[in-house]
């Protein structure tokens, strides 16, 4: 049965299915559980930095739940090695702003050791972090830097949009024995959509269509593909039929997804919060016209945050943000 949740209840139950059908599942970070700040008869406890994780701890301890030191290298660290001997730990990174301090275990040794090893280890590592703009968060704490994970070979990034997405990219992570960089986008984090109960995965590496359309394909993922649906409304009242396509997995990327709709429309938007340089965006853009060159009846387009830090100021930021009416601008160019 299906009920709307928000994104946040979607990803807690995912864990908490996760964790009760497989002992192997640990989940550790900071301030995961109560941080060691709460009274003994204080049941509340903060779970993470969008209190996500709450009631967790509640549930299945101290043992699996841990609360870890202001440390993200030893937190990458001890995840890293607790993968490799056989345990599943997911791992809250509070924002992804914050990868630069633990890269290293993710690159040179996560995403590299079943590689190294010649498959003969596997590193079971979901790795969940908060992206993007939109909560005046500035620029230590707002940006989009799913594009840095999804190019490293070995690592496999995804970012839901929504919350049945969530729930079931999440557990397919859970328990993919590779690891898994799982991208909380801030701006849906609160959104309800239709979710089932009970246990159910999302493939990675498979994208899908979240409207169907036959002039133009507009990509999004994570909250652009909200701002996309919101144009692809707009711009039916111009009488231009606009399909959205979901990528939901950015590496692996599901190409002929991309390619198969390219062929139906003949023109293309990708929408991405990140900046513009080395981006999503530019890898799309880039399969369109080496694999769909004939495909194109357009230039593709793209609508990105500008190549800047994210400012804290509201107003500055809303304009540094995509919006549907950037993406309605960027197809009206196409002509």
Same mark, same amino acid.
């Given at each position: ?27 550790? !970070? ?55 001997? !056989? ?31 010649? !498959? ?40 839901? +949009? ?86 939901? +997995? ?28 080395? !981006?999503?965006? +530019? ?53």
């Amino acid at each position: 049965m299906a009920r709307e949740i928000p994104t946040a209840v979607a990803i807690n139950e995912a864990i908490r299915i996760a964790m009760e059908t497989d002992p192997d599942v640990i989940l550790m !970070g900071e301030d995961v559980a109560g941080g060691g700040t709460r009274e003994a008869e204080d049941t509340a406890e903060i779970g993470g930095i969008m209190g996500v994780t709450r009631g967790l701890n509640t549930q299945f301890g101290n043992d699996r739940v841990l609360d870890t030191p202001i440390s993200e290298m030893g937190i990458l660290g001890t995840a890293v090695g607790a993968a490799m001997t !056989g345990l599943r730990p997911i791992v809250e990174l509070m924002f992804i702003d914050f990868l630069g301090v633990c890269l290293d275990p993710l690159l040179n040794q996560a995403a590299k050791l079943r590689y190294m090893l010649g !498959g003969k280890a596997r590193v079971p590592l979901t790795v969940r972090t908060v992206t993007g703009a939109g909560m005046q968060s500035a620029a230590q704490h707002s940006q989009s830097l799913y594009w840095m994970t999804a190019g490293i070979p070995g690592l496999k990034t995804v970012i839901p +949009s929504n919350a049945y997405d969530a729930k079931g990219l999440l557990l397919a992570a859970i328990r993919d024995d590779d690891p898994v960089v799982f991208c909380e986008a801030k701006g849906i984090i609160f959104d309800a959509t239709d979710v089932p109960e009970g246990d159910y995965v999302v493939p990675i590496g498979k994208a899908a269509i979240a409207r169907e359309g036959s002039d133009v394909t507009l990509v999004g993922m994570g909250l652009t593909v909200k701002m996309a649906l919101a144009a692809a409304e707009a711009l039916a009242s111009e009488n231009v039929d606009a399909e959205v396509l979901d990528l939901r +997995s950015l590496a692996p990327l599901d190409e002929d997804a991309i390619l198969a709709s390219l062929a139906k429309t003949g023109r293309l938007v990708v929408v991405d919060e990140a900046t513009p340089r080395c !981006g999503i965006a +530019s890898d799309v853009a880039s399969l369109c016209v080496t694999k769909g060159f004939d495909l194109l009846d357009a230039p593709v387009g793209r609508v990105t945050a500008p190549h800047t830090p994210v400012p804290f100021s509201a107003v500055l930021e809303q304009a540094y943000m995509p919006s549907p009416d950037k993406i309605i601008a960027a197809v009206r160019d196409l002509g």
